[in-house]
């Protein structure tokens, strides 16, 4: 077991490791929406009808798509980290309605829901200390202590 508690001063590297792998396959997902154009934002955006709004299905897609591609890269740099968590998290918890309601079944809402709620949980751990936030707001931080 000395094993495992010589990686507790570790877990920074962790987080980072983390980061930088959900943030990849955020701009991977995230790209192909991104640039499909108008008819790929309306699909996209069409996923707000189950909360009820009808209009704007295309500018509602566009903020997925770029929630998802800039808020890939943002996670990775662990910039405006958990502004960026929440708002991943609003968008995945999205997905996983639109796939619920149009009974794709747990196969169809999983992958959005495990986001959903990583999203929160790295929104309650934060970004770790190699992040842009970490080196930004250190002294903020400290004042603040």
């Known amino acids: 077991m000395s094993f495992l508690r010589n990686l507790y001063p570790h877990q920074h590297i962790g987080l980072l490791i983390l980061r930088l792998g959900i943030g990849f396959m955020f701009i991977v997902h995230g790209w192909p929406k991104m640039t499909g154009g108008m008819e790929k934002w309306e699909q996209v955006g069409s996923a707000m009808s189950v909360v009820g709004i009808t209009s704007g ?32 998290l609003v968008t995945m918890i999205m997905a996983a309605l639109r796939h619920m309601v149009a009974g794709d079944g747990f196969g169809g809402y999983s992958h959005a829901l495990e986001a959903a709620i990583l999203f929160l949980s790295l929104y309650f751990i934060g970004p770790g200390r190699y992040s842009l936030d970490e080196g930004m707001f250190r002294d903020r931080k400290r004042d603040m202590a």
């Open 57 to 88: 299905a295309a500018f509602f897609g566009f903020m997925a798509a770029f929630a998802e591609t800039v808020g890939g890269l943002f996670l990775m740099l662990g910039f405006l980290f958990r502004p960026i968590t929440l708002l991943l």
